[in-house]
């Protein structure tokens, strides 16, 4: 069953402000399903590598560093 979120305008960004977490939450996952490799993080969202570090950059999210 789909659940309605309901979200106040609190700045007239409110869209642009929930679509950008949205998009945040999708990386950060698809970062940590893929050990921070960002080639097969891209692949997992269907996009190029390039783009997924340019909306890295853009959304404030560091790459991943390989634990040792």
Do not use: W
């Not at 960004?13 to 950008?20: I, R, S, Y």
């Not at 940590?32 to 390039?50: D, F, N, P, S, V």
């Amino acid at each position: 069953m789909r659940q309605l979120i309901v979200i106040e305008p609190e700045t007239p960004h409110c869209l642009e402000n929930a679509v950008a977490e949205f998009e945040r939450t999708l990386i950060v996952h698809a970062l940590e399903k893929c050990e921070g490799i960002q080639t097969r993080a891209a692949k997992r969202l269907g996009t190029t590598r390039r783009i997924l570090r340019y909306r890295m950059d853009k959304l404030g999210i560091e790459a991943m560093r390989k634990q040792s």
